[in-house]
């Protein structure tokens, strides 16, 4: 698929961070973005500068996700969507005092987990009907980056959808809780690195033997988002 002035994509989270950096990007190649987030001051700023449009959205409602994406859709034929929308709380999850008191919050955890887990399923679950009906053919895989058995199986699952594949956009990625690096375990820092850096090279490598010119294809498009 070919990102330009013929199609439209969706953006969650677009008014900061990797969410206004992805949609910066995307629109840099012609294509109409709709920019989903609740700070509807730096949203609409973002939007009017890269001839975008934006929406106040609280990926946690799914009307408001449903309205925005049947919006969204007037700005052109749905093809892109990247649900960026999320939020972080370090806290540690067991108190400094060993009480259960001063123990991580739990109603903030719920929130994490709401938005950046459940307004991901909540965003798709509108997206790729509304994908569907502008032509375009979505699909969601299951899969740990951090895997090389699952990553192979990724990307087996995309060969025989769509038997070819133009893009890649690497964003999985794993944090934890603040610690002190002197109380940090072997086994915390093998996983991080397992996925945040591994993980991403060996995507981008498969990838490559399905996009590269060298292995006589058309070549394609890496995003890689840190």
Known sequence: MKLDSS??????GGASGLGEG???????????????????????EVAAEIGGVFAPVDVTKTEQVQAAVDAAREAGPLRVLVNSAGIGSAARTIGRDG???SAHDLDIWKKVIEINLNGVLYGMRPQLPAIERAGGTAIAVQGDVGS??????IFAA????FGRLDGLVNNAG???????????????????????VTGSIRCAAEAVRRMSTRYGHNGGVIVNIS
């Open 158 to 161: 995309v060969d025989a959808a």
């Open 22 to 44: 992805t949609a910066r990007a995307i629109a840099a190649t012609g294509a109409k973005v709709a920019l989903f987030d609740l700070n509807a001051e730096k949203g609409q």
């Open 99 to 101: 009480t259960i008191d």
């Open 174 to 196: 794993i944090v934890g809780p603040t610690e002190r690096v002197d109380e940090m375990s072997p086994e915390r820092l093998e996983r991080m690195f397992r996925i945040n």
């Open 7 to 12: 199609i439209a994509a969706v953006v969650t």
């Open 148 to 153: 090389e058995a699952d990553i192979q199986a």
